[in-house]
T-cell receptor, first 113, second 112 residues
Framework: QQQVKQSPQSLIVQKGGISIINCAYENTAFDYFPWYQQFPGKGPALLIAIRPDVSEKKEGRFTISFNKSAKQFSLHIMDSQPGDSATYFCAAKTAEYGNKLVFGAGTILRVKS | KAGVTQTPRYLIKTRGQQVTLSCSPISGHRSVSWYQQTPGQGLQFLFEYFSETQRNKGNFPGRFSGRQFSNSRSEMNVSTLELGDSALYLC???????????FGEGSRLTVL
């Protein structure tokens, strides 16, 4: 119940294309869903986050779509660039457990120029 | 504003030894969490400290421990190191009890 399932494991997208990464969860108590970007040798960096009272949130080229009834959320990267090549993690947490994030397994994104 | 600072960045230990890792959170942040990242298990929560009290603990053996000081700086300790403890240990700080988390660059531990 504490799992967050992320797909695909890896993704190759052409420059200018749309990258889509999906996550699914079971625990309906989750109330905060962030996405992190991690480059090799670096720590995860917060990209964008959403709470379940909103179905979509957009920040620049990054959009989270949230489907509460399906218990799914996804990250869309518009106009993907080679500099977006990184590993992306979805995560979730509940207020009950403070800052305990449950992470997905990660998606390795490669944007081909 | 300086980010989360972790020291040391890299270290090599042998089985049976112990290690202490340090984390300085972003100024003003009172919550510090620790995560272990490995290729096989991914990112796993170790524990969280808030105002010097352990608030949550993950499913790790008692060899993993931590503490937080009055200035919010935190340390984690792993005793009797095993080969499987080789990992990137990440510290994250948050300004509130349950808010956004900002990660440091991690301490990469290799156990030989």
């Amino acid at each position: 119940q504490q799992q967050v399932k992320q797909s695909p494991q890896s993704l190759i997208v052409q420059k200018g294309g749309i990258s889509i990464i999906n996550c699914a969860y079971e625990n309906t108590a989750f109330d905060y869903f962030p996405w992190y970007q991690q480059f090799p040798g670096k720590g995860p960096a917060l990209l964008i986050a959403i709470r379940p009272d909103v179905s979509e949130k957009k920040e620049g080229r990054f959009t989270i779509s949230f489907n509460k009834s399906a218990k799914q959320f996804s990250l869309h990267i518009m106009d993907s660039q080679p500099g977006d090549s990184a590993t992306y993690f979805c995560a979730a947490k509940t207020a009950e457990y403070g800052n305990k994030l449950v992470f997905g397994a990660g998606t390795i994104l490669r944007v081909k120029s | 504003k300086a980010g989360v600072t972790q020291t040391p960045r890299y270290l090599i230990k042998t089985r049976g030894q112990q290690v202490t890792l340090s984390c300085s959170p972003i100024s003003g942040h009172r919550s510090v969490s620790w995560y272990q990242q490995t290729p096989g298990q991914g990112l796993q929560f170790l524990f969280e400290y808030f105002s010097e009290t352990q608030r949550n603990k993950g499913n790790f053996p008692g060899r993993f421990s931590g503490r937080q000081f009055s200035n919010s700086r935190s340390e984690m300790n792993v005793s009797t190191l095993e080969l499987g403890d080789s990992a990137l240990y990440l510290c994250a700080s948050s300004p509130l009890g349950a808010g956004e988390l900002f990660f440091g660059e991690g301490s990469r531990l290799t156990v030989l």
